[in-house]
């Protein structure tokens, strides 16, 4: 797959006056264009901030991001950068800007100049492919955090982006909000063919992505799939980062001398391994 995003070896600091600590450091990334991508790291190791370059809302202090062939410190890109890479943030109620739902989805588009007609068209489709279509005339403030989360996704996506980036957008919602933001993204991305790029501290979440980085101290630390980076627990565990609670069972497992495979991250693989356990093959050396 071609590149829709490149982060050549970039640097920054939010106060480069004051010799602060480079919140970056020389970190380079490629997503490639139909993927869906997980970037992890505790809090403060820069996930959120290469997030915000992607979306040209910061801009490296050395280096290079490219969107579609457009470098992001070209202020006359900053439009077509924005219009190819969508931006949702932790906490819907920052991007919902009207009192009823389907106003909220077409402000952008009103902003823009787009045709009242067209304007109606993205709407209805962007409310469906979310799901909230049947919400289209209730008042945001009613419904609720995985709801407005999809309404603000919806709002993203009536814009058209090629490629949409999210910096934690479950980390206010409860169990059943998460899913449905998940299911909301999984669809975007199979069916649609959106890129998504999903920051998130949440392993399951990460385990349902094509692929997973680890930011860690501005760098990039790891780069794989899901199975082969949650196979790495003990190096995970070091940098403050857990794994997914199937992938930590099998791994407490094969310490104990259970042969058990350790790529494991479904609960339906756990669940087969276990019964073999289970049913005969006992505790035996370790692979």
Not at 72 to 79: I, S
Not at 152 to 167: E, F, N, S
Not at 203 to 211: N, S
Request: negative net charge.
């Amino acid at each position: 797959m071609e590149p829709i995003m490149e982060a050549t070896q970039v640097y920054f600091s939010y106060d480069e006056e004051a010799e602060s600590p480079l919140v970056l450091d020389n970190i380079s990334l490629t997503v490639r264009r139909g993927e869906f991508l997980a970037v992890l790291g505790h809090n403060g190791s820069g996930k959120s901030t290469l997030a915000k370059h992607f979306n040209a809302i910061l801009l490296p202090q050395r280096g290079r991001v490219v969107v579609e062939g457009m470098d992001t410190a070209r202020e006359e890109k900053l439009y077509d950068i924005r219009q190819t890479v969508g931006m949702v943030f932790q906490n819907p109620d920052n991007q919902i800007v009207a009192t009823i739902v389907e106003e909220d989805v077409a402000f952008a588009l009103e902003n823009m100049g787009v045709p009242p007609a067209e304007i109606r068209q993205r709407v209805d489709d962007a409310l469906r492919s979310v799901g909230m279509y049947e919400f289209r005339e209730h008042a945001p403030h009613q419904l609720s955090g995985g709801q407005k989360q999809r309404i603000a996704i919806a709002g993203v996506i009536a814009m058209r982006p090629k490629c949409i980036v999210l910096d934690e957008p479950t980390a206010m919602l409860d169990p059943r909000g998460r899913a449905e933001v998940m299911k909301t993204l999984r669809e975007l991305n199979r069916e649609h063919g959106i890129t998504v790029a999903l920051i998130t501290h949440y392993m399951d979440e990460a385990a349902q992505c094509d692929r997973v980085v680890v930011v860690d101290g501005g760098r990039l630390l790891m780069d794989g799939t899901p199975r082969e980076v949650f196979a790495r627990v003990e190096e995970l565990k070091a940098v403050g980062l857990d794994v997914p609670q199937v992938t930590e069972l099998m791994y407490r497992l094969r310490q104990e001398g259970f042969d058990v495979r350790g790529d494991i991250i479904t609960e339906e693989e756990a669940a087969d391994q276990l019964e073999q356990l289970l049913t005969g093959r006992g505790k035996t050396e370790c692979r």
